[in-house]
């Protein structure tokens, strides 16, 4: 598995942990709680984002490798 | 003498003789790692309490006795930080030294935060005089974490090689150099995907 393979799964499992850690902190008491489940979400969200354009990117520029994951 | 296969693919296995060294490293680290989180998994199914007692006071959540603001900032330091090791390799395949002085310089400061966080907060249990002798959990806490932090003080000096005395190699056999990076890279992601999991067992459940 390449660098770029490797990349993808890191931002995928960080994604998910944004995901549970945004679950976990709505299971707390206090608006500090749903702030800290909005961020975590919206981190989440980013790394989703970010995660589909460096896919993209490597899959079209094929600069490293190839192109090939 | 040339190696051979250091930066071109081996016939047999399809891969250079360095990724295939370092896949084989890392899955030494899976089994040293899985082992340990083993051994948290049968601590927690055997205790009747967990965290337990520490410190004569019962704490029923790991969360209660452990500081997840500053754990999970430590969490965000190292996915930019993985960020950045792949940003410089990519620099390197792109041509782009300068860029990959700077991403590489970010990704060992960002290593740094991480380890001065982790400095923080040990400190914070120490001054408690909590203790891996105080229980299992805390003793289960130190060694996985601790364990973790030597990984990352190994990929920072690896890191800071490549910044400046293996750097070097970048003006004779810049492919090779380029190879070296994508393996030290391997290594910081997986550095970084052990705390994508230890946080969440650690920490939260």
């Known amino acids: 598995m390449s660098l770029k393979a490797f990349h993808i799964v890191f931002i995928v499992a960080s994604a998910l942990l944004c995901l549970g850690f945004g679950v976990w902190a709505l299971t707390g008491d206090g608006a500090l709680s749903v702030a800290a489940a909005a961020v975590s979400f919206l981190v989440g969200a980013v790394l989703v984002v970010y995660g589909a354009r460096f896919l993209k990117k490597v899959a079209r520029t094929g600069y490293i490798a190839g192109g090939k994951l | 003498m040339q190696i051979p296969f250091t930066v071109a693919p081996r016939p047999d296995t399809g891969v250079n003789n360095a990724k295939i060294g370092v896949w084989l490293f890392l899955a030494s680290e899976v089994m040293l790692f899985g082992g340990l989180f083993s051994a948290y998994i049968f601590l ?8 337990g007692e520490i410190g004569g006071h019962m704490y029923e959540r790991a969360s209660d006795i452990l500081n997840v603001p500053l754990a999970t900032l430590n969490t965000l330091i190292l996915i930019g930080s993985s960020v950045t090791m792949v940003m410089s390799w990519a620099s390197l395949a792109m041509k782009r030294f300068d860029r990959y002085r700077l991403y590489m310089g970010a990704t060992i400061a960002l290593g740094f ?13 120490f001054s408690h005089g909590y203790l891996p002798a105080e229980n299992n959990f805390l003793a289960i806490y130190f060694v996985l974490t601790g364990l973790h932090g030597l990984h990352v003080i190994g990929g920072i000096i690896v890191n800071m090689y490549f910044m400046w005395p293996g750097a070097r190699m970048w003006k004779t056999d810049p492919k090779r150099f380029t190879n070296r990076i994508e393996i030290a890279g391997l290594y910081w992601h997986f550095v970084d995907l052990v705390w994508i999991f230890l946080f969440p067992t650690i920490y939260l459940l």
Do not use: N
Request: no cysteine; proline share 10%.
């Open chain 2, 113 to 125: 935060a991480f380890l001065i966080v982790k400095a923080f907060e040990y400190g914070e249990k």
């Open chain 2, 44 to 51: 927690r199914i055997g205790a009747p309490e967990w965290p």
